[in-house]
């Protein structure tokens, strides 16, 4: 199983309204995707502007076809035109 999470921080100036649309496009297309598990979104309780995805899929196969997944290449370059930061971590359960 792997694990996914993906912490971002937005650029003062993004307008979260439009990031968190696509946002929920991305999260609603993922989740019919084979493999996966679990996709969530979440945003931070403290600073909104720090936004965190927590994924789980079967295997590293799974995740790579996700990567490569038609919503993933069109939303996420959009995504990141918003964020500031994005820090990505990948877990293996042990």
């Known amino acids: 199983m792997i694990r996914v999470v993906c912490k971002g921080k937005l650029k003062p100036e993004a307008n979260i309204e439009n990031y968190l649309s696509l946002a929920r496009e991305v999260v609603q297309e993922t989740r019919k995707e084979k493999g996966c598990i679990m996709y969530t979104y979440h945003q931070d309780i403290n600073d909104p502007l720090v936004l965190t995805t927590i994924e789980e899929w079967e295997d590293e196969e799974a995740l790579q076809q996700h990567n490569q997944s038609e919503h993933i290449k069109r939303l996420v370059p959009?995504?990141?035109?918003?964020?500031?930061s994005t820090e990505l971590n990948i877990y293996r359960e042990i």
Request: hydrophobic letters at 30%; glycine letters at 0%.
């Open 78 to 84: 959009e995504l990141r035109k918003m964020r500031e």
